[in-house]
């Protein structure tokens, strides 16, 4: 484990955003990872899709501690305890899941790790911050919107959020979720289009993480 539970959420919620990423050729994702850690990205969250995905994270999280030093990586898409103990096992410093298990919080949270369950109402997210949730991720977020958000830190101020599904790379719309009282968001596809992964664009992918970076920072002033 190299970085604690307290290293990893300072980092998510100094920087106000991490990537999510998967890709089936190892070389692909160490590219995104290498672009995303050169415009200034330190959180990474490779996810739990497609056959043998957690060889190629077990590849990616070795690779990145000598070449990525300060990024942290961490896995999404984790559904069960099981496969939490898994990815742990391969270097993951965070997990994170669409959506709240118990049985992956008492996992996670006795290994000293952040997990991030998704919530889609007010009563799961209560049940995942009576279970040691610091930080719980409102999903999917193009279904429940900014109007959500509002309404459940009204009577829940305390509660820590990142919102990932429906989140733009533009200042109007990050504006609106940060306005709304997330504290991070998580960017996937639209961070990283398709066309610019075909063409091997890996300077695009850079400039647009600094853009992005320096937007959340001048939104949150």
């Known amino acids: 484990m190299r970085f604690n539970k ?22 692909v994702a160490k590219s995104v990872m290498k672009a995303c850690y050169e415009g200034g990205v330190r959180v990474f ?25 300060e990024m942290i990586v961490g896995v999404g898409s984790i559904v069960d305890a099981p ?31 952040p997990y991030i369950p998704g919530c889609a109402s007010v ?20 279904v429940l919107g900014t109007a959500f958000v509002k309404g459940l830190k009204a009577p829940m101020p305390w509660s820590m959020l990142l919102v990932t599904g429906g989140v733009q790379p533009e200042e109007e719309n990050l504006k609106a979720w940060f306005e709304a009282g997330v504290n ?22 850079s ?3 600094e853009e992005v970076l320096e937007l959340i920072r001048r939104i949150r002033k």
Not at 6 to 27: E, R, S
Request: with cysteine.
């Open 6 to 27: 307290i290293q990893v959420l300072n980092t998510m919620l100094d920087t106000g955003m991490i990537p999510v990423f998967y890709h089936k050729d190892i070389d």
């Open 207 to 209: 400039r647009k993480c």
């Open 45 to 69: 969250e490779f996810t739990n899709r497609g056959d043998y995905a957690h060889e190629l994270f077990a590849e990616l999280s070795k690779w990145a501690a000598t070449d990525c030093p």
């Open 184 to 205: 991070c968001v998580g960017m996937g596809s639209k961070l990283f289009p398709d066309k610019l992964i075909a063409a091997g664009d890996w300077h695009a992918i």
């Open 123 to 142: 009563s799961e997210l209560g049940c995942a911050q009576e279970l040691g949730c610091e930080l719980c991720k409102i999903f999917p977020g193009d």
């Open 83 to 113: 496969t939490a103990a898994l990815y742990i096992q391969l270097g993951a410093n965070f997990v994170v899941g669409p959506l709240f298990n118990p049985d992956v919080a008492k996992l996670v949270n006795r290994r000293g790790l």
